[in-house]
């Protein structure tokens, strides 16, 4: 199965709300990073946390990680149409040489 | 930098017909991963390469994919004989290990629809 899970799979907000998303994960890390995709694009990097830290704000994005419940939160701020994407995360596991693992992904759609 | 390139953008094929798709990894980067990604199974990591050796090939689905990584600017991913189920977006992605961040960056993916 997936190193890491997101939920929730799809969330719709409105302009201006902020949106939550989790994801868990099952095994020691190095570091844990958040990716964003738009429809018919390849993913981009937002944020990566490390497994020392806590929390990371980037802008609007403030990231939170959880190691002893092996789960981290991003959270968008005042979104935005343009926030309109698919948010992966993706597990450094230690001693992974690189190897990113991603989960599924959630669907967010921001109305106007 | 113009990032990580691939082409085709887009592929139509018939079965059995082999498939090549290229990849342009980010100068100075290292590492070189192939994925795929279809609404069943997500994003999959295919095979991924340190200074252009095949690191770890374990995520490549049958014989009938292969990759190569001639050299640190050029990789390809084939398929031979192509079938329908391998239909999906390819994504290459590359990254440089440095001080422990290892962010990729993806290319824009080939998108491949064998009939």
């Known amino acids: 199965s997936q190193q890491g899970e997101e939920d929730p799979q799809a969330l719709s907000i409105q302009e201006g709300e902020n949106a939550t998303m989790n994801c868990s994960y099952k095994?020691?890390?190095?570091?844990l990073q958040w990716y964003r995709q738009n429809s018919g694009r390849g993913l981009v990097h937002l944020i990566l946390i490390r497994s020392n830290e806590r929390e990371k704000h980037s802008g609007r994005l403030r990231v939170t990680l959880d190691t002893s419940k092996k789960s981290s939160s991003l959270l968008i701020t005042a979104s935005r149409a343009a926030d309109t994407a698919s948010y992966f995360c993706a597990t450094d596991a230690s001693g992974a040489n690189s190897k990113l693992t991603f989960g599924k992904g959630i669907t967010l759609s921001v109305r106007p | 930098d113009a990032g990580v390139i691939q082409s085709p953008r887009h592929e139509v094929t018939e079965m059995g017909q082999e498939v090549t798709l290229r990849c342009k990894p980010i100068s100075g980067h290292d590492y070189l991963f192939w994925y795929r990604q279809t609404m069943m199974r997500g994003l999959e990591l295919l095979i991924y390469f340190n200074n252009n050796v095949p690191i770890d090939d374990s995520g490549m689905p049958e014989d009938r994919f292969s990759a190569k990584m001639p050299n640190a600017s050029f990789s390809t991913l084939k398929i031979q004989p192509s079938e329908p189920r391998d239909s999906a977006v390819y994504f290459c992605?590359?990254?440089?290990?440095?001080?422990?961040?290892?962010?990729?960056?993806f290319g824009p993916g080939t998108r491949l629809t064998v009939l």
């Open positions: 095994t020691s890390i190095n570091n």
């Open positions: 992605a590359s990254t440089r290990t440095s001080g422990g961040h290892n962010e990729q960056f």
